[in-house]
């Protein structure tokens, strides 16, 4: 399979906690998006990487949430301490970048904060 | 915040008839592209079309764009029950990294 892949699919874990996420783009993409995705609601942008360089943050990534993608191959993202209203199913999308505008979403990760 | 609002919120057809969906924003875009989510899943990346552009189809799906109104519709002709997902636009905003912005999505429900 040469899609995105996310891990873990799920996790449930209690307030104040730190949890990682980690997601695998596509090979050769350059471009590497992170999305959170309330029930009912659409995707929100949460970040943007291009290659090894995180180029923009959403307002909504607050100081507990750190993205990183060392080798401009996969990424993380953490949560510090993480509370209730981070309940969410967070997705990764990758892009080829230049030319090409769509992105491939992966499964997500959905995250219960208990 | 979510860039635009789609409407309607819930539609329920049957098999054989044509959903339409609408689609408003707020920004100048490069372009605008739907997607489909099957419940609690990623998202499927259905078509895109460009600011210049009027009208697109691919298969079953016809796509217009009004950039004076700010606003999109997808057509889905003939539904088939595995067309039951929600849908979603998303803007790609002019100066904004190719980053998406969704609406708020339109769930279809197709009974056989």
């Known amino acids: 399979d040469t899609g995105v892949s996310q891990d873990p699919r799920h996790k449930i874990t209690k307030r104040g906690q730190n949890v990682t996420f980690r997601c695998d783009p596509i090979?050769?993409?350059?471009?590497l998006y992170w999305y959170r995705q309330t029930l009912g609601q659409g995707p929100e942008f949460l970040t943007y990487?291009?290659?090894?360089?995180?180029?923009?943050k959403s307002r909504l990534l607050s100081d507990r949430f750190s993205a990183e993608r060392p080798k401009g191959s996969f990424s993380t993202l953490e949560i510090q301490r993480t509370e209730q209203g981070d309940s969410a199913m967070y997705l990764c999308?990758?892009?080829?970048?230049?030319?090409?505008?769509?992105?491939?979403f992966g499964p997500g990760t959905r995250l219960t904060v208990t | 915040s979510q860039q635009g609002e789609e409407d309607p919120q819930a539609l329920s057809i049957q098999e054989g008839e044509n959903a339409t969906m609408n689609c408003s924003y707020k920004?100048?875009?490069?372009?605008l592209q739907w997607y489909r989510q099957n419940s609690g899943r990623g998202l499927v990346h259905l078509i895109l079309?460009?600011?210049?552009?009027r009208e697109k189809h691919s298969g079953r799906l016809r796509v217009t764009l009004d950039t004076s109104k700010k606003s999109s519709s997808l057509l889905i002709t003939a539904s088939r029950a595995a067309d039951t997902a929600s849908y979603f636009c998303?803007?790609?905003?002019?100066?904004?990294?190719?980053?998406?912005?969704f609406g708020t999505g339109t769930r279809l429900l197709v009974s056989p």
């Open positions: 079309i460009r600011s210049n552009e």
């Open positions: 999308a990758s892009s080829p970048g230049t030319g090409s505008y769509e992105q491939y």
């Open positions: 920004t100048s875009i490069n372009n």
């Open positions: 090979s050769e993409h350059n471009r």
């Open positions: 990487f291009q290659n090894e360089a995180q180029l923009e």
């Open positions: 998303a803007t790609d905003a002019v100066g904004g990294f190719q980053k998406l912005v």
